[in-house]
């Protein structure tokens, strides 16, 4: 994408919906796998997110490239004609199914609240991937700072479960061991995806439209592979209501505009952003799950807010601003 002057209403407006999505689709999500007994298919799920994500960015580059022509022959050279970038985009694609697949089976068996904590796991983890694959160091300062969030973080699996109005049987074992799954495939694909950004100046759009590609094909393989059986016997949106389209939508929209929200803000603020996402899932788990808050809950959720204060000695871990726009 070019890179333009951007106000800073527009930097708090684009903070304030990433703050939003990301709070809602952790509730709505959570909503959607524990008051039902007819769940729905995650995996044809993260099919349809991976659909529409595809579409949103043929719509971006279009824009982009200002007329249908011009996006045409984009298109036709960078995917057509570069089998070896469709290849290489395959890679995080493979590891973003898995993770997004993750979320759901942890989600369908944690709270919203304990779900958005531990997961901040990839942000150590993403620093150890910064270390290994892009030979970046991090100060004692960044160490320590990574290792007092994995402190956090392991107290909460020390809480005791609480009652909740929660309809379905839960698994806390299962719900952990997808949620370190999830954060592994986290730290590799993002910086995975951050150093093939940077290794050329090709579009963000494009790039992504490759990887939705890749992303597709693999997501659909899960759907027949993890669920075949029954979606050829039950159809492929079994289950779905308006709520599942609304998370299906918040995924969707969630996987574009947190591109957009590093490309015109910093990390600083990111770290803001999910902070304060995880206080919102909170207070919304307490009115929709009936989840108690106790004293390490109320330590753990505040600990992000800390941790974002800390965020500018991490601000190496995430794709900054002027490394995106060296991408079209």
Not at 66 to 79: F, H
Not at 145 to 157: A, E, K, P, R
Not at 203 to 229: E, K, P
Request: aromatic residues 10%; positive net charge.
């Amino acid at each position: 994408m070019a890179s333009e002057p951007v106000s800073v209403v527009f930097k708090l407006y684009c903070l304030t919906v990433m703050t939003l999505v990301a709070a809602a689709y952790t509730v709505a999500l959570r909503y959607t796998r524990t008051v039902s007994s007819d769940l729905y298919f995650s995996t044809t799920a993260v099919c349809v997110t991976e659909i529409i994500k595809l579409l949103l960015s043929l719509g971006m580059l279009l824009r982009e490239s200002g007329d249908w022509g011009r996006c045409r022959s984009v298109l036709v050279s960078n995917i057509l004609r570069s089998p070896v970038e469709l290849l290489k985009l395959s890679v995080p694609s493979v590891v973003y199914a898995v993770q997004n697949n993750m979320a759901f089976v942890a989600l369908s068996n944690l709270d919203a609240a304990l779900y958005q904590v531990t997961y901040q796991l990839k942000i150590p983890c993403t620093a150890l991937c910064m270390v290994l694959m892009l030979s970046r160091s991090l100060s004692r300062l960044q160490w320590f700072s990574v290792f007092m969030l994995c402190g956090g973080v392991t107290l909460v699996q020390w809480t005791p479960p609480q009652a909740t109005k929660v309809q379905v049987e839960q698994n806390p074992f299962l719900g952990f061991v997808a949620i370190a799954i999830a954060v592994l495939c986290s730290g590799f694909a993002g910086v995975y995806f951050e150093k093939v950004l940077k290794s050329s100046d090709t579009s963000l759009w494009v790039r992504n439209i490759q990887m939705y590609l890749s992303g597709i094909v693999v997501t659909l393989i899960g759907v027949f592979v993890t669920d075949g059986a029954q979606v050829l016997e039950k159809g492929f949106f079994y289950g779905y209501t308006p709520w599942v389209c609304l998370v299906v939508l918040l995924a969707s929209a969630g996987g574009l505009y947190t591109s957009v929200v590093v490309k015109y803000t910093d990390n600083i603020m990111k770290g803001f952003s999910a902070a304060a996402a995880i206080v919102l899932s909170t207070v919304a788990s307490v009115v929709l799950f009936g989840l108690q808050i106790s004293v390490s809950r109320v330590y753990l959720v505040s600990r992000p807010v800390l941790w974002s204060s800390a965020r500018p000695a991490l601000s190496g871990l995430d794709c900054d601003e002027s490394s995106l726009q060296r991408n079209g």
